[in-house]
């Protein structure tokens, strides 16, 4: 079954087509099961799937929207499942337990949030990262409006000594994870 996602031009690379339609396939049969019933597929497995590129492979921007679209629809669907089985209030207090770890990390000061990689190598910039940190604890302390789509979509420049971007990309990834439990 093909998904018919635009494709790049046999110069430019684009994602992987067979691991594309592999891993839409299997999201397919895990979706098409009784939603009542755990699957080993999860939003979280859809948020970190990355994909090889190859020249004239699918399009990325058009592959990721449908990827976040799909991480929603389980999202969804595991917050169903899980009010259902522990009820509101166990659902909630798991989320605001996450949400107060996040708030935790970003209260360190300015400069200080994640480890920084060495003097050598380029990390997320500091001050990038420090200033959506106020946006993400004025969301979560004032409901000053932050929606998921920007989390996912935020970009930071590069610098030496910078944050380890594998230690943002983690507390961007529960941030989602919160903001999807609460919607």
Excluded: C
Aim: no cysteine.
């Amino acid at each position: 079954m093909s998904t018919n996602f635009p494709r790049t031009r046999n110069s430019r690379r684009g994602y992987n087509v067979e691991q594309v339609e592999d891993f839409l396939e299997e999201a397919r049969r895990a979706y098409a099961v009784d939603s009542a019933i755990p699957t080993v597929l999860s939003s979280e497995n859809i948020r970190t799937t990355a994909f090889a590129m190859q020249k004239g492979g699918y399009s990325t921007v058009h592959v990721d929207a449908a990827l976040e679209r799909l991480e929603d629809a389980f999202a969804t669907r595991e917050r169903e499942r899980a009010v259902a089985q522990l009820g509101d209030q166990a659902w909630y207090t798991d989320a605001r337990g996450t949400a107060q770890q996040i708030l935790d990390r970003l209260a360190r000061p300015e400069g200080h949030r994640f480890d920084r990689v060495s003097f050598l190598s380029n990390g997320y910039h500091r001050k990038d990262v420090d200033a959506f940190s106020k946006r993400l604890v004025d969301d979560f302390q004032s409901g000053k409006p932050l929606s998921v789509d920007e989390v996912r979509a935020i970009a930071f420049r590069s610098q030496k000594s910078g944050y380890r971007e594998g230690q943002v990309d983690v507390l961007l990834d529960r941030v989602v994870a919160v903001m999807q439990a609460v919607r």
